[in-house]
């Protein structure tokens, strides 16, 4: 009789459903997977040696990721929001333009204002010649071209 045995590196699902890929950057299936090592014999696995973790796949572009991934929350549409806007006012666009901006994207004035003014948290500046209002790090007034240092 030949013994034939050896050890092989299986995965074993342990869940599924959906979470944020860091690869993809939007929601996707994934598995939950874990690797373990086991003791074959004439090919068939017989128990597990040894516990080599676990690890989430993501099964659109197939990478592998720390289980800690599933914890990660994706920024919410109002968080978004809010940094879009910041990038905006810190390009330069002054407050109350941006409030406009946001009305005419069919947001009301109330909100529009508020998103603005949570945006800029009170690092504001005023131009001096118009006073136009700013975000502290934009350095030219769009409006009058005043320096706004
Ligand atoms: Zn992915
Ligand atoms: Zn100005």
Not at 100 to 109: H, P, T
Not at 119 to 136: D, I, M, P, R, W
Request: proline share 5%; glycine share 6%; charged share 20%.
């Amino acid at each position: 009789m030949i013994f034939i045995g050896g050890l092989s590196d299986r995965q074993k699902e342990v869940s599924s459903g959906s979470f944020t890929c860091p690869h993809c950057g939007i929601p996707r299936p994934y598995k939950l997977m874990q690797a373990g090592r086991y003791f074959n014999l004439y090919f068939i696995p017989i128990f597990r040696t040894k516990d080599l973790g676990q690890y989430v796949q993501c099964q659109i572009c197939q990478r592998n990721f720390d289980p800690q991934v599933l914890t990660y929350k994706a920024p919410s549409a109002s968080e978004r929001l809010e940094q879009e806007i910041r990038q905006e006012l810190q390009s330069g666009m002054p407050l109350h333009m941006m409030v406009e901006k946001l009305i005419a994207q069919k947001m009301d004035r109330t909100t529009a204002e508020l998103y603005v003014k949570r945006a800029s948290e009170g690092e504001t500046k005023t131009c001096t010649q118009c006073s136009f209002v700013y975000l502290h790090g934009v350095e030219r007034c769009l409006n009058c071209g005043t320096s706004l240092n």
